[in-house]
């Protein structure tokens, strides 16, 4: 039996973990990709005090160390199924089953998705959320880009370092900034209707062009940059905002006795890693302070 089990190992849940364990108590963090949450996406973070420019990845080390430094337990692993009561038990992918006195939920938000067709079967097999994390691996090949935003830009850009071509499909506007490099190549008004695979890799897209034509693109790589949304997935015993948010008392308290909430999965205004730092750390302190409690 643990302590505090914290799910999602972003800035929110590391920094609870730096708290929690720092105290003494016996605390295990699962996560279920890679540490540092969305931080590994982001190339260069100057909003995040005390550094005036640092990378994601960097960062998010940075966050693991301190948090292991005072004896966190993690294990790479895909939270799935909560019960919650006076113990609250936390069942796995792969089938482990963890319990736990307090429990706080830090998922934070992940990519949103085309939902074509095979896009789950292809993700990490030519598809990918993330450029930075995954851009590299397509040195000299031929990818696409889904998006429209400044993030889908820098995205791009970041891909036209790596890649022969960046097919850069804009379903809405076309972000200015990726306008005038050479092996970007824009398509706009366009929308991804197929997956199409071989040996199952990606190995090229169909899309819809902006007068609904069907056309296809050979490409490697696709990279999703549509937007995120709260990993709510969890949450089938705890109500959920309108935008599928937890609701939190100040203290990141629940409805829930003993279950807390930190970080962009928390309904709030302003979802930065400064903001989910700060949550996770108040997270723990009411943890441990309801563990006094009971
Ligand atoms: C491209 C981009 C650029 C950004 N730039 C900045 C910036 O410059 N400055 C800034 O302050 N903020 C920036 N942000 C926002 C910032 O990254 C987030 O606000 C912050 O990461 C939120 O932290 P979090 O810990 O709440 O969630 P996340 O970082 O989303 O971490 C949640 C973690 O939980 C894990 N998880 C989810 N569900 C489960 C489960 N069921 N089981 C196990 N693990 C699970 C996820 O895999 C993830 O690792 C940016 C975000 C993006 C996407």
Same mark, same amino acid.
């Given at each position: 039996?643990?302590? +505090?089990?914290?799910? @999602? !190992?972003? #800035?929110?849940? *590391?920094?609870?973990?730096l708290?929690?364990?720092?105290? %003494? $108590?016996? =605390?295990?963090?699962?996560e279920?990709?890679?540490?540092g949450?969305?931080?590994?996406?982001?190339?260069?973070?100057?909003?995040?005090?005390?550094?005036?420019?640092?990378?994601?990845?960097?960062?998010a080390?940075q966050?693991?160390?301190?948090?292991m430094?005072?004896?966190?337990?993690?294990?790479?692993?895909?939270?799935v199924?909560?019960?919650?009561?006076?113990?609250?038990?936390?069942e796995?992918?792969?089938?482990g089953?963890?319990?736990?006195?307090?429990? +706080?939920l830090?998922? @934070? !938000?992940? #990519?949103?998705? *085309?939902?074509?067709?095979?896009?789950?079967?292809?993700? %990490? $097999?030519? =598809?990918?959320?993330?450029a930075?994390?995954?851009?590299?691996?397509?040195?000299?090949?031929?990818v696409?880009?889904?998006?429209?935003?400044?993030?889908?830009?820098?995205?791009?850009l970041?891909?036209?370092?790596?890649?022969?071509v960046?097919?850069?499909?804009?379903?809405?506007?076309?972000?200015?900034?990726?306008?005038?490099?050479e092996?970007?190549?824009?398509?706009?008004?366009?929308?991804?209707?197929?997956?199409?695979s071989?040996?199952?890799r990606?190995?090229?897209?169909?899309?819809?062009?902006?007068?609904?034509d069907?056309?296809?693109?050979p490409?490697a790589?696709?990279?999703?940059?549509?937007?995120?949304m709260?990993?709510n997935?969890?949450c089938?015993e705890?109500?959920?905002?309108k935008?599928?948010?937890?609701?939190?008392?100040?203290?990141m308290?629940?409805v829930?006795?003993?279950?807390?909430?930190?970080?962009?999965?928390?309904?709030?205004?302003?979802?930065?890693?400064?903001?989910?730092?700060?949550?996770?750390?108040?997270?723990?302190?009411?943890?441990?302070r309801?563990?006094?409690?009971?």
């Amino acid at each position: 039996m643990y302590d +505090i089990i914290i799910i @999602g !190992a972003g #800035p929110a849940g *590391l920094s609870a973990a730096l708290y929690a364990s720092r105290s %003494g $108590r016996r =605390v295990l963090l699962l996560e279920r990709m890679m540490p540092g949450g969305q931080l590994p996406s982001i190339p260069v973070i100057e909003n995040y005090p005390p550094f005036p420019s640092v990378s994601g990845p960097d960062l998010a080390m940075q966050f693991l160390e301190a948090a292991m430094r005072h004896g966190t337990e993690v294990k790479y692993e895909d939270a799935v199924r909560l019960t919650l009561g006076k113990t609250k038990l936390v069942e796995t992918a792969p089938g482990g089953r963890y319990e736990a006195r307090a429990l +706080i939920l830090a998922t @934070g !938000a992940e #990519p949103k998705t *085309l939902g074509l067709p095979d896009e789950e079967k292809l993700r %990490g $097999r030519g =598809v990918s959320y993330c450029a930075t994390c995954d851009g590299a691996l397509f040195r000299d090949k031929e990818v696409g880009i889904v998006g429209s935003s400044a993030h889908a830009a820098e995205e791009a850009l970041f891909l036209a370092r790596h890649a022969s071509v960046v097919h850069m499909l804009c379903p809405l506007a076309v972000p200015k900034d990726v306008q005038n490099t050479e092996n970007i190549r824009i398509y706009e008004k366009a929308v991804p209707s197929a997956l199409l695979s071989e040996d199952g890799r990606l190995c090229g897209i169909r899309y819809k062009d902006s007068s609904g034509d069907e056309k296809e693109l050979p490409v490697a790589g696709l990279f999703v940059a549509v937007g995120m949304m709260p990993a709510n997935r969890l949450c089938t015993e705890i109500p959920l905002t309108k935008g599928g948010y937890i609701s939190t008392d100040s203290e990141m308290g629940t409805v829930a006795d003993g279950v807390f909430a930190a970080g962009d999965i928390r309904d709030k205004k302003l979802r930065q890693i400064v903001t989910a730092a700060s949550d996770g750390a108040t997270a723990a302190v009411s943890a441990l302070r309801y563990l006094k409690s009971i």
